[in-house]
């Protein structure tokens, strides 16, 4: 399969509570992206780590890559009902070529 | 600046029947690339469009096939539709080819296949 893998497939916390979520890759990488999708608004792109990076934040987001587990989490803090959508990672393999992961999708109870 | 579109939005075909899509993408972009989404099979590359030339294709058979204009407005096609194409597809713009980059992506266009 050309996909990534990601854990869990399916996460429900309470609002406030952080939400962390798993993405593992199979060949070395350039890059790795996640993104964003809700119902009826399209994948948003939220975060790009390069492969000489292990850590980034924006806002909310921290994401993490160890290239040596093939491996990156996103953890979102302080989670509101707006995060509410699937999540995607997407590795750029040596081609240029993105692999994309199942996705999570992240509920977020009030 | 406008953000990727795709047309149509909706679309339903009947089996054995063709269809084509429509992507216009940022302006200034270069890369499009499409992808089908479906709930069993989460997000599928099929091809991605670089200056007019395909510089990357996914496991679809040939009846999907696409192209790109000098403008950077793509296309792609499906001939003979079958029950499974039924799926959102994508279409995402970048300036670099590839992943090296953040991608954008248009709203999709939801095709089903009767």
């Known amino acids: 399969s050309q996909q990534g893998e990601e854990d869990p497939q399916a996460l429900s916390i309470q609002e406030g509570e952080n939400a962390t979520m798993n993405c593992s890759y199979k060949t070395s990488i350039n890059n790795l992206q996640w993104y964003r999708q809700n119902s009826g608004r399209g994948l948003v792109h939220l975060i790009l780590?390069?492969?000489n990076e292990r850590e980034k934040h924006s806002g909310r987001l921290r994401v993490t890559l160890d290239t040596s587990k093939k491996s990156s989490s996103l953890l979102i803090t302080a989670s509101r009902a707006a995060d509410t959508a699937s999540y995607f990672c997407a590795s750029m393999d040596s081609n240029y070529q993105l692999i994309w992961g199942a996705g999570t999708k992240l509920i977020i109870k009030p | 600046k406008a953000g990727v579109t795709q047309t149509p939005r909706y679309l339903i075909k009947t089996r054995g029947q063709q269809v084509t899509l429509s992507c216009s993408p940022i302006s200034g972009h270069r890369s499009v690339s499409w992808y089908q989404q479906t709930p069993g099979q989460g997000l599928q590359f099929l091809f991605e469009?670089?200056?007019?030339?395909?510089?990357n294709k996914g496991n679809f058979p040939g009846r999907f096939s696409g192209r790109q204009f000098s403008n950077s407005r793509s296309e792609m096609n499906v001939s003979t539709l079958e029950l499974g194409d039924s799926a959102l597809y994508l279409c995402?713009?970048?300036?670099?080819?590839?992943?090296?980059?953040?991608?954008?992506f248009g709203p999709g266009t939801r095709l089903l296949v009767l």
């Open positions: 780590i390069r492969s």
């Open positions: 469009y670089f200056s007019e030339t395909q510089r």
């Open positions: 995402a713009s970048s300036f670099l080819a590839g992943g090296q980059e953040t991608q954008y």
